[in-house]
């Protein structure tokens, strides 16, 4: 290795360990394992799993910063800082060395895959999405920077078609004059595709459904041309007292769902009077900023990835992650929620204890390490959140959760019973409809007179 490339190797652990993941997409379910209970994780775990972004993004000096020119920091300029090239992609890299370690090219290739950077992440069934409606999306900050943010959408068929056209195989020999043509390629399918916010954004508390805090969105246009940005609704810590724009947190609040989630606003944020300096402005962990999304009615249905992509304001640093939807023609059943409903949902951190099925003795199993965190998350989290969003078998579909948890167990026991009974009320009826149609057959027969 020779002395620049150990430099640049050098250089680009120090980022990593520098930021160490600060922010993920949680809806929907995104390529790097970030999900609505994230925000319970420990401070390494959650590193993990946020740890796709970009640093030194800035316009000149580092005081110039992504969100002062919303959209304007690329790929190239990325790959043109002074003091080592980085890889700026829509899902995220979780090293900016090269495209191979970006989310979706190499990594979590597969429609539903997810990947923690070093480890494989579970398989999760993507959304379906009928166009022409608005969707719910969300994230959550470990470490708040401000700053806005924006939506995209990308075919995967033109997303796998840049790959294909572009990057030799293995993808680490792909010449740097490749990697231009393919990030080229991946930016210009994503950013024709900018989606438009509804006129909604809220706080959600944890993963709690009725603990909702809406907001005033604010609103910025940037890059590409004509298209809306939307700041994070809390500012940094003293990002407006110390003389920058932004709105302060109570200001920009429009109505409490209650006064338990005033509550929490206020012993995180401070009070009314208190504008950026609330004990965690900078580390709002414990909420998730939440919009609706409108997509086109003339979308192509099909396979999309959907890119988030954060431009800080306080920080040279842009996040960016991706997530696998599916695009539908009808309006079917979607697998996030549309709307702030007040339905209750508590998260659930593993007990000691597990749960059983008392009619059939059964005993939950032990989840695999990327569904449990570590022994964070049982049985029971994943039966009360996909009951938060009115379904509470929606992680059944997935084998780890299938093969472990006893309410799936059970509700397929059921749904056999129910299918049992079905096929016996039909033998019945089709008995019966034989012995009405031999009687008719006797009556009518003259050696019977």
């Given at each position: ?19 160490a993941g600060h922010a993920m997409l949680t809806v929907p379910h995104s390529k ?222 429009d109505s409490f769902s209650n006064d338990a989630v005033k509550l929490r606003f ?184």
């Open positions: 290795m020779s002395a620049m490339s150990a430099m640049a190797v050098v250089v680009l652990l120090g980022l990593v360990f520098h930021a790097n394992n970030g999900f609505p209970g994230s925000y319970a994780l420990d401070r390494s775990d959650y590193y993990t799993t946020a740890s796709w972004w970009l640093d030194r993004a800035y316009f000149g000096t580092p005081k110039v910063t992504p969100w002062m020119q919303p959209g304007h920091f690329s790929w190239a300029d990325a790959r043109d800082l002074p003091d080592v090239t980085q890889t700026f992609h829509p899902c995220g890299c979780y090293n900016p060395h090269g495209v191979e370690f970006c989310a979706g090219v190499e990594l979590a290739q597969g429609f539903g895959e997810t990947s923690m950077g070093p480890s494989v992440g579970p398989k999760v069934t993507p959304p379906r999405w009928p166009r022409g409606t608005q969707q719910v999306t969300a994230f959550n900050m470990y470490a708040n920077h401000g700053g806005g943010y924006i939506y995209m959408l990308c075919k995967r068929t033109e997303f796998l078609q840049c790959r294909t056209d572009h990057l030799s195989e293995p993808i680490r020999s792909s010449t740097r004059e490749q990697q231009d043509a393919y990030l080229k390629c991946i930016w210009d399918c994503f950013e024709s595709h900018v989606l438009d916010f509804a006129d909604s954004q809220w706080l959600e508390y944890q993963e709690q459904k009725d603990m909702n805090v809406t907001m005033k969105p604010s609103n910025r246009e940037g890059l590409p041309s004509q298209s809306t940005w939307r700041w994070i609704p809390i500012p940094d810590t003293t990002q407006i007292t110390g003389g920058g724009d932004g709105m302060c947190s109570w200001d920009a609040v206020t012993e995180d944020f401070g009070a009314e009077n208190v504008c950026d300096t609330g004990p965690k402005v900078h580390n709002p962990n414990n909420w998730q900023v939440k919009d609706k999304i409108i997509l086109p009615d003339n979308l192509p249905v099909g396979e999309y990835l959907l890119s988030w992509r954060w431009d800080c304001y306080m920080a040279d640093q842009i996040w960016s992650n991706c997530a696998d939807v599916e695009i539908t023609d009808s309006a079917i059943e979607t697998t996030t929620p549309v709307s702030t409903s007040t339905t209750t949902s508590t998260t659930s951190i593993a007990s000691t204890t597990s749960t059983t099925s008392p009619s059939s003795g059964c005993i939950d199993g032990e989840l695999p390490t990327e569904w449990s965190q570590a022994g964070r998350f049982d049985c029971n989290y994943f039966r009360e959140r996909g009951a938060a969003y009115s379904n509470p078998l929606a992680y059944c579909a997935h084998a780890a959760i299938r093969n472990t948890c006893c309410f799936c167990e059970s509700a397929l026991r059921q749904k056999h019973r129910a299918l049992r009974r079905g096929h016996a009320k039909h033998l019945h009826q089709a008995a019966l409809a034989l012995i009405q149609n031999a009687s008719k057959v006797r009556k009518s027969d003259p050696s019977e007179l």
